[in-house]
């Protein structure tokens, strides 16, 4: 490349500055402004490209060689030229910059191969882009404001319509109201008068409001013509109260036909989301600042997903809580690192730390080292979910519950979720030789747990039938000559849960017997389920044989009368509709909706996300659109694809990780492969650039959960006021519900990932696609 070359490359930014002053016939002027970045040479070399690239051309510009057909042939200003539309429209932005006419550097711009196919280029990553932004939609109840309207259950009259005949109200709001009306109405332009009856927390009967006609229009679905009326001047103080009155009932009536259908199906895709959800909600109240974890959701996928979710030490000792709740308490969200290492003297410890409690120590490899060794690391991200005065209120009267129906169910304002990640991370793998280090005493998790009060559909309970709250006093008999004395919690036909009063001093075997003396039991056969040695809770169930079940039969006639008040299968059923009904409000992370269909971006429907989420980093959302093409688009394809969402909805793999380097100089992304960032030579850079603090790592997991069944526990409570507006619209909405196929949700994991590499630890699980190409973003 000659001297010249080099400067015109060097400054051509100050060359495309000077056009404008040559155009103007100012171009010494221009240089001037510039001789201090100028040297003479540069200078004269300078003004001779801008002479030259504004100078007209008669040469033709034929690009058919790299055009995207088809290509058409025309002439401007006389040049005779072929190109398609992409080299149009580029030939339109060159001239417009030289004023309008076919220079030099209007030529070179559509006869430059790279600089035409840089522009197919961005247009085919504005396509997709475009393909693969999603409409985004917020957990939080709909606000209707002003557009808040009800179909209520009851009909309105007025002297002005077939002197007083019954209307029935379609729709009211705080301003309008709209009745049917089996013929054509016609109304003069005064006041019309509107009796009332009598509606609790609004008016008594024969109320009489005046409202204006508006308009009225034939309905094909009810065969009535629908008149609207407008609130009249001279009864301007009704609308504030008609406007108290509808936010009150606004949860228990149906809302107008329109409105329902968006809440309905709001409803309904949360409901979805609760249901495939991998985060473990747990409930927290508050006593003396202090969060005690109190209530466990569990649903059959985050039961499944997270293994051991019903162990007594599923959450850390009381001491390590209350450290990661402090935490939580700050920063939202924490990653917990739990183990069990034996000492050298054989004795089990149990280990807890957060990660920045690891980092702080700088231990966080040789903590990884000791865990994997013994087989017992477990990973878990906790995010924490303060719950709106409003959503508690609102779950109550939606599910019609009452303060004195539990006295737990108030204190509930916190949500602690909680999901493993062993098995999207799965083994680490170290690239370096880990150095001993010291753990700290504090690490040590030795002290007992909150006890946990699990709640779950009825069909995922072991025990799917009446269940029984009392408390007699038994004895357990574990072999010829062992017995114990216990008493009873939780009894059924089928099972029962008993709190021995001593531990035992041999072995829980697999059966054993019980007599419970109050319900006239002796001897029954019960198999061992599971016993906490820290709570001497033992879980049974009976086995199953003719003389069992005849003999629990029996009992239950025996003390039908005791049984009866003491049911505790409804009280479950309440909480688990008031705890359903805080999560699907409260989730906290991005979950697509997908539908099925022939083009993968087509399956994206909708992207559920909390108000304030950084799982979208580091991509940012505009107004009420979300861009997924830097998680899953293929950028190279066209049309728009994603072999990424083909393998997951595909079930070829769970997860996907979604990785980019962001420069921090100029804030530019690089997409990168789980291969490059963990497995190829350019992890060692990486890991140079973290250290000295230049870029930043952003991963973020892609988990697909594919529904099992078109419904969820709550389909038919959602659909039930729909019911009574529209049954057509409610039968299409049921049906619809088979064309959902999975969620997937979107979990930003960066400072894990990012404390992992520095660590030299990097994940193995999410090398699957290690033959991927890396995916611009």
Aim: aromatic content about 8%; glycine content about 4%; proline content about 5%.
């Amino acid at each position: 490349m000659s001297t010249e070359q080099d400067i015109i490359e060097r400054y051509g930014s100050v060359i495309k500055a000077l056009i404008p002053y040559q155009q103007q016939g100012k171009l010494l002027e221009g240089l001037n402004r510039f001789s201090s970045r100028l040297n003479a040479q540069a200078r004269n070399v300078i003004k001779n490209e801008v002479i030259r690239l504004t100078s007209q051309t008669d040469a033709p510009a034929d690009n058919s060689a790299f055009a995207q057909f088809p290509v058409k042939k025309f002439a401007h200003f006389g040049i005779t030229m072929t190109l398609d539309r992409v080299g149009a429209e580029i030939l339109k932005r060159e001239t417009a910059r030289y004023l309008d006419q076919y220079t030099v550097g209007v030529f070179e711009s559509i006869t430059n191969s790279d600089f035409y196919k840089n522009q197919v280029t961005r247009k085919l990553r504005q396509k997709i882009m475009q393909a693969f932004t999603v409409q985004s939609q917020s957990y939080k109840d709909i606000v209707f404001d002003d557009d808040l309207s009800i179909t209520p259950h009851f009909s309105v009259s007025t002297t002005a319509y077939q002197n007083g005949r019954s209307l029935a109200v379609v729709a009211l709001s705080a301003s309008e109201i709209t009745v049917a009306c089996t013929r054509s109405p016609k109304f003069a332009d005064e006041p019309v008068p509107i009796l009332f009856p009598d509606i609790m927390g609004l008016c008594k009967a024969h109320q009489e409001i005046h409202y204006r006609f508006k308009d009225v229009e034939f309905s094909s679905r009810t065969q009535r013509h629908h008149a609207t009326f407008t609130l009249a001047e001279e009864d301007e103080e009704w609308r504030p109260k008609i406007a108290k009155y509808l936010a009150g009932v606004s949860l228990r009536m149906p809302l107008e036909r329109d409105l329902e259908i968006e809440r309905t199906m709001q409803a309904l895709d949360r409901d979805r989301i609760v249901e495939n959800s991998p985060w473990i909600p747990v409930f927290l109240r508050n006593e003396n600042d202090t969060f005690i974890p109190t209530m466990v959701l569990l649903t059959g996928t985050n039961a499944e997903r997270n293994p051991g979710c019903r162990n007594t030490r599923f959450l850390p000792g009381k001491a390590r809580f209350k450290r990661i709740m402090d935490e939580l308490q700050r920063y939202h969200e924490t990653f917990v690192f739990r183990a069990t290492i034996v000492s050298g003297t054989g004795k089990p410890i149990e280990l807890c730390a957060t990660l920045r409690e690891l980092e702080h120590a700088n231990i966080l490899g040789f903590f990884i080292k000791l865990a994997e060794e013994s087989g017992s690391l477990a990973i878990w991200q906790y995010r924490l979910s303060e719950v709106p005065d409003t959503d508690r209120s609102n779950a109550m009267t939606i599910q019609d519950i009452k303060t004195e129906d539990s006295e737990l169910i108030p204190q509930l304002k916190h949500i602690l979720y909680a999901r493993m990640m062993n098995e999207e991370l799965g083994k680490l793998k170290a690239h370096c030789n880990i150095k001993k280090a010291k753990l700290p005493k504090q690490l040590s998790d030795s002290q007992a747990c909150w006890p946990l009060h699990f709640v779950m559909e009825e069909g995922n309970d072991r025990r799917a039938e009446p269940r029984y709250r009392i408390e007699k006093s038994a004895s357990v008999k574990f072999g010829l000559m062992s017995t114990y004395h216990a008493i009873v919690r939780d009894f059924s036909l089928s099972g029962m849960q008993i709190e021995l009063l001593s531990p035992p001093q041999e072995a829980t075997p697999e059966f054993i017997k019980v007599s419970v003396p109050d319900l006239k039991m002796k001897g029954l056969r019960y198999q061992v389920l599971n016993y906490s040695p820290q709570t001497l809770v033992m879980r049974l169930k009976l086995e199953a044989n003719d003389a069992n079940n005849k003999m629990a039969s029996k009992i239950k006639g025996q003390n039908a009368s005791m049984l009866k008040i003491r049911n505790i299968e409804q009280q479950q059923k309440v909480y688990f509709r008031y705890l359903w009904e805080l999560a699907s409000r409260n989730q906290p992370h991005i979950a697509i909706q997908i539908i099925n269909g022939r083009q993968m971006h087509g399956r994206l429907k909708t992207v559920y996300m909390p108000e304030q989420s950084n799982d979208l980093y580091p991509f940012k959302q505009l107004t009420n659109e979300v861009p997924l093409h830097g998680f899953v688009a293929d950028m190279d394809k066209s049309p728009p694809d994603s072999s990424v969402l083909r393998r997951l909805l595909q079930q070829a793999n769970r997860y996907h990780m979604a990785i980019h380097c962001e420069r921090k100089a100029d804030q530019r992304l690089i997409a990168l492969t789980a291969h490059e960032c963990f497995a190829s030579k350019l992890r060692k850079q990486i890991v140079q650039y973290l250290e000295e603090n230049k870029v930043i790592l952003c991963a973020t997991t892609l988990e697909c959960h594919a529904n099992v069944r078109q419904t969820t526990p709550m389909t038919k409570q959602r659909l039930a006021l729909l019911s009574k507006v529209d049954m057509d619209v409610y039968e299409k909405l049921l049906n619809l519900q088979h064309t959902y196929s999975h969620v997937i949700h979107l979990i930003d994991v960066s400072p894990l990932i990012q404390a992992l590499t520095l660590a030299q630890y990097v994940p193995t699980e999410s090398q699957e696609t290690a033959s991927d190409k890396p995916e611009s973003a």
